[in-house]
């Protein structure tokens, strides 16, 4: 007697048990491969911003360096508090900071002198600084406090600043 089977059945669970495990193996393989190369291009953008930032803050330290040395020798030239600054200009730190900042400027604000600028840390972010200028009573007392060290985003829309204010949380 002859059995009717169909031809299809011959081919066993095991078989049909590898094929799946085989096409499960071959799916996660390439989800892994496209999940490396994403993390990889990632790391990638993180080491390029960074490497960005800290290039911005040498050049925002050496314009500080060159602040404090500009004052420090007006602070030897002048005989008092007043005359100190009476001196301070705009031009007297532009030639030194030119080639390091952007946007310098210096403000006086609730009786204080306040420098500000930029130095640029991609086509979309600037490193902001800025600093009160103190007048100091000993000769080893500080003539800059920073007030603000912080990147900024810029507004590619303007090519402005986009700030934050803390007083009402909006954005503007």
Not at 1 to 27: C, W
Request: with cysteine; glycine share 0%; proline share 2%.
């Amino acid at each position: 007697m002859r059995k009717n089977s169909l031809p299809f059945i011959n081919i066993g669970v095991s078989s049909i048990i590898t094929v799946f495990l085989t096409l499960f193996l071959v799916t996660f393989a390439a989800l892994s491969v496209l999940t490396a190369n994403s993390d990889y291009q990632l790391s990638e953008e993180i080491v390029e911003n960074t490497t960005a930032y800290y290039a911005a803050d040498l050049q925002a330290k050496k314009a500080v360096a060159s602040i404090e040395e500009i004052l420090y020798q007006l602070y030897l030239n002048s005989f008092d508090e007043k005359s100190f600054f009476s001196e301070l200009t705009p031009e007297l730190f532009s030639n030194q900071l030119s080639k390091n900042v952007s946007n310098f400027k210096l403000t006086e604000i609730d009786e204080n002198m306040i420098i500000s600028y930029e130095t640029p840390v991609s086509e979309t972010q600037v490193l902001y600084v800025s600093l009160i200028i103190c007048y100091p009573e000993l000769e080893s007392d500080t003539l800059l406090k920073i007030t603000s060290w912080q990147t900024k985003r810029l507004n590619e829309s303007e090519n402005n600043f986009s700030t934050y204010d803390t007083d009402t949380n909006e954005s503007k």
